[in-house]
């Protein structure tokens, strides 16, 4: 980063797509600021200026230019300090990377949300989804360290961040993640050691107390 560059990222401390964006700025080894918004009641200014169209954090200011959507934020930060990229080398790989990381976006927190946030058969059904989802993501990962081969990148960054919420899919759906994938379990392990993961994500027992009083408020419980 040049003399004088100025970060900032619009943040909430439970969400898995701001958690993303700082790990991804914690593994270039670049200096933020965390700005923490208050999502369920009054949005600052600066986040509706900065996201006019769907008003969601995260936005990454880089000297006041914001930068919106997480996946596409990850990428930008991969590009704009180059240096110990997070995306594969080759095309091919580059393709495979954004495939899954499209799945992650479309899947991972939907799914969690119709365990989470219903009950009796619905809850049900979405702990069904929810079990096949993760298994496709540990085929994916097969017998690799990470998903992209021995190194952390991109889809690594992209999955951990829902990590702190697999506790809340647990407690609340009546399963283990180990017991249906023992790989993807190592693999949230091993992500969990790095000090660019440890020092962004929430306490996955916060984000499910979090959880509980969200359900209270919404009238499921």
């Known amino acids: 980063m040049s003399k004088g560059d100025k970060l900032e990222v ?20 670049v200096k933020y600021v965390a700005s923490e918004e208050d ?7 600066l986040l509706l ?8 954090v995260p936005v990454l200011l880089h000297n006041d230019k914001p930068i919106v959507e997480s996946a596409i934020i990850v990428t930008y930060i991969d590009e704009v300090w180059p240096s110990n990229s997070l995306l594969p080398t080759s ?10 990381v499209d799945y992650i976006d479309k899947k991972v927190f939907e799914t969690g949300r119709s365990v989470w946030g219903s009950n009796g058969e619905e809850r049900e059904v979405g702990t069904r ?12 990962l097969g017998e690799k360290n990470y998903f ?20 809340a899919y ?28 440890a020092k962004v994500l929430p306490d996955p027992e916060k984000v499910y107390q979090f959880v509980l009083h969200f359900r209270k408020m919404s009238g499921l419980d």
Do not use: M
């Open 10 to 29: 619009l943040d909430f401390w439970a969400s898995p797509y701001c958690g993303r964006v700082k790990i991804a700025l914690e593994e270039k080894g």
């Open 39 to 45: 999502v369920f009641g009054c949005k600052s200014d």
């Open 49 to 56: 200026k900065s996201n006019p169209i769907h008003q969601k």
């Open 91 to 100: 095309a091919y790989d580059r393709a495979q990377a954004r495939f899954w």
């Open 129 to 140: 989804d929810f079990i096949e989802v993760i298994k496709h993501l540990e085929e994916a």
């Open 148 to 167: 992209g081969g021995e190194a952390f990148g991109y889809v690594d960054i992209i999955a951990i961040s829902h990590s702190p919420w697999f506790l």
């Open 170 to 197: 647990e407690k609340l759906g009546g399963f283990k993640i180990q017991d249906h994938t023992p790989k993807l379990s190592a693999w949230i392990k091993r992500c969990l050691k790095r000090e660019s993961v």
